[in-house]
Antibody, heavy 117, light 110 residues
Framework: EVQLVESGGGSVQPGGSLRLSCVAS????????MSWVRQAPGKGLEWVAN????????NYVDSVRGRLTISRDNAKNSLYLQMNSLRAEDTAVYYC??????????WGQGTLVTVSS | QSALTQPPSASGSPGQSVTISCTGT?????????VSWYQHHPGKAPRLMIY???KRPSGVPDRFSGSKSGNTASLTVSGLQAEDEADYYC??????????FGTGTTVTVL
């Protein structure tokens, strides 16, 4: 059974930092692109960032570039999102998802990040 | 990187059909055959329902179908059932290994 389990969410003040983790099982993690997708309260899904199988390519949505950093450790079947200089608009449930070139095939249940003073 | 446009809501009675549109641009939906659709029940993990415009992953009922014309993709749910009540999101490849999601549509089974 495929499982993606996110952790690391919580409450943080504006300007603060958090590190999200996602542990994968049940599929060949090292063979898949991985993404972070978020959903702000009352809003739709937003693709945030992705990383190639070997970590050699990373892509970001413009609104997070320079503040959020995606990384992975294939030996630990783990995906990470280092979140710095957090803003109120980063408040969201963050999902990790594996994807082929054409679709996001497996998803976790998400972890909530709240940025508030 | 603007979100794809979906209607906020759609509804139908059990057994009826509902169609959800997803409008993008010539840089995303119109440029690639890489439109996918996701079903999302609040509090749960989103589920892939359609990929590459019209293909169904294993386990997805054939009541779900997809199509595309120009810059607009569509998801049709035929023979609506109570468990189809959920939020639905489209997504498209947007070039340079980036992706964009739709604004989301809440489907209500009357």
């Amino acid at each position: 059974e495929v499982q993606l389990v996110e952790s690391g969410g919580g409450s943080v003040q504006p300007g603060g930092s958090l590190r999200l983790s996602c542990v994968a099982s049940g599929f060949s993690f090292s063979h898949n692109w991985m993404s972070w997708v978020r959903q702000a309260p009352g809003k739709g899904l937003e693709w945030v960032a992705n990383i190639k199988q070997d970590g050699s390519e990373k892509n970001y949505v413009d609104s997070v570039r320079g503040r959020l950093t995606i990384s992975r450790d294939n030996a630990k079947n783990s995906l990470y999102l280092q979140m710095n200089s957090l803003r109120a608009e980063d408040t969201a449930v963050y999902y990790c998802a594996s994807h082929t070139f054409t679709a996001f095939d497996y998803w976790g249940q998400g972890t909530l990040v709240t940025v508030s003073s | 990187q603007s979100a794809l446009t979906q209607p906020p809501s759609a509804s139908g009675s059990p057994g009826q059909s509902v169609t959800i549109s997803c409008t993008g641009t010539s840089s995303d939906v119109g440029a690639y055959k890489y439109v996918s659709w996701y079903q999302h029940h609040p509090g749960k993990a989103p589920r892939l329902m359609i990929y590459e415009v019209s293909k169904r992953p294993s386990g997805v009922p054939d009541r779900f179908s997809g199509s595309k014309s120009g810059n607009t993709a569509s998801l049709t749910v035929s023979g609506l059932q109570a468990e189809d009540e959920a939020d639905y999101y489209c997504s498209s490849y947007a070039g340079s290994n980036t992706y964009v999601f739709g604004t989301g549509t809440t489907v209500t089974v009357l």
